[in-house]
T-cell receptor, first 115, second 114 residues
Framework: NAGVTQTPKFQVLKTGQSMTLQCAQD?????MSWYRQDPGMGLRLIHY???????DQGEVPNGYNVSRSTTEDFPLRLLSAAPSQTSVYFC??????????????FGSGTRLTVV | DAKTTQPTSMDCAEGRAANLPCNHS???????VYWYRQIHSQGPQYIIH???NNETNEMASLIITEDRKSSTLILPHATLRDTAVYYC???????????????FGKGTHLIIQP
């Protein structure tokens, strides 16, 4: 049982390049989400999904796209990377619904630098 | 989601109990108190949550005041590995019911001293 797996762990991009950050979970969680964490700051929600085929925007969605074709995978796409997107990205998943009590399980993060 | 207030940093001696306070004076009746921690460079880790009763698990205890306006996370026997940023988060427990996700503030940087 791997939990939440994020790849790659590190990435350097040039301004204007595109890439996809991968996130996969093997816990059959309905809910998945992406956060970014800038130095010295808390996490901010980018996009989330409450199930396959359903996605919605979080607090800071601009510059990012997501899709959820399967329960297991929730990739985050940067369409045209900008230096302001230099950050650590975390994927999280959870059961949804009241009273599940499991909390969110986070991946180990992808450290992205845009030069 | 209700706003929370936590001290910026705290020290605790190894082997002693670490008591981390959180103020959430505007909490609503359907909002839970969640605690997460983030060890340097790692993803946040769920610790415990509660609604109004005190809770205990293998990691920690959560004490919520009767008026629910504040809570304390207790690590009973702190070790060096408990050095981390601890986040107190208040939110409803229903996922997918509108504005979603966890709102992370800056948390409390707990430093366990040898």
């Amino acid at each position: 049982n791997a939990g939440v797996t994020q790849t790659p762990k590190f990435q350097v991009l040039k301004t204007g390049q595109s890439m996809t950050l991968q996130c996969a979970q093997d816990m059959n969680h309905e809910y998945m989400s992406w956060y970014r964490q800038d130095p010295g700051m808390g996490l901010r929600l980018i996009h989330y999904s409450v199930g396959a085929g359903i996605t919605d925007q979080g607090e800071v969605p601009n510059g990012y796209n997501v899709s959820r074709s399967t329960t297991e995978d929730f990739p985050l796409r940067l369409l045209s990377a900008a230096p302001s997107q230099t950050s650590v990205y975390f994927c999280a998943s959870s059961y949804s619904g009241l009273g599940q009590g499991h909390g969110y399980t986070f991946g180990s993060g992808t450290r992205l630098t845009v030069v | 989601d209700a706003k929370t207030t936590q001290p910026t940093s705290m020290d605790c001696a190894e082997g002693r109990a670490a008591n981390l306070p959180c103020n959430h004076s505007t909490i609503s009746g359907n909002e839970y108190v969640y605690w997460y921690r983030q060890i340097h460079s790692q993803g946040p880790q769920y610790i415990i949550h509660g609604l109004k009763n005190n809770e205990t698990n293998e990691m920690a205890s959560l004490i919520i005041t009767e008026d629910r306006k504040s809570s304390t996370l207790i690590l009973p026997h702190a070790t060096l590995r408990d050095t981390a940023v601890y986040y107190c988060i208040v939110r409803v427990a229903i996922i997918g019911g509108g504005a979603d996700g966890l709102t992370f503030g800056k948390g409390t940087h707990l430093i366990i001293q040898p």
